[in-house]
């Protein structure tokens, strides 16, 4: 009769579900070829822009590969909301990723822990009060993103509804 090896009789328990995975990866592909693209588009005198635009086939292509890029995070920002939508309404779960109490009482003692004030470690929900606070800046960032980048893309459009001073403050936040 043969035994089971420990390897075996370990189970695996995936953090996140694979379409959670994917979104993360078309998030980091998404983010990294707009930064890529965008950074030196803020800096376009910087020999390092100038190298990596030529290097991307020039302005207009950096653009081009910008815009698409955006395109992606903005569907994959839409999708995002709709899962957590229908995972919200229709399948009635609880939102783990909102900010909880638990979560301040759990930072107090996970500093106190840090300066060995307290013996032991908070236990932490599945998703800590680092991870909530990483969530929540990312959302709002990408929110940020979306909407200027938008109004950069569009700023005819843009004057039509909103004062032209909107444009350079959509600018500044792009940018920042």
Known sequence: MATATTEQKQQRFPRFRKMA?????????SFTMLAITGLPQKWPQAPISLW????????????LIHRW????LV??????????????????????????WKDAIDLRDYVLYNLGIKDEHPKMTKFNFGEKFEYWA?????????I???MLWNPIAVTN????????????????
């Open 21 to 29: 995975q994917l979104e993360h990866i078309i998030l980091l592909l």
């Open 52 to 63: 990596m635009i030529n290097a991307m086939g020039g302005i207009e292509t950096v653009r």
């Open 69 to 72: 890029s955006a395109f992606i």
């Open 75 to 100: 569907m994959g920002s839409f999708y995002h909301l709709f899962v957590s939508g229908y995972r919200l309404f229709v399948k009635r779960e609880r939102m783990r990723i909102l900010p909880r």
């Open 138 to 146: 990312v959302v709002w960032g990408t929110a940020v993103m979306i």
């Open 148 to 150: 200027t980048g938008f």
């Open 161 to 176: 509804f909103l004062p032209g001073e909107f444009i350079p403050a959509a600018k500044a936040a792009h940018g920042g």
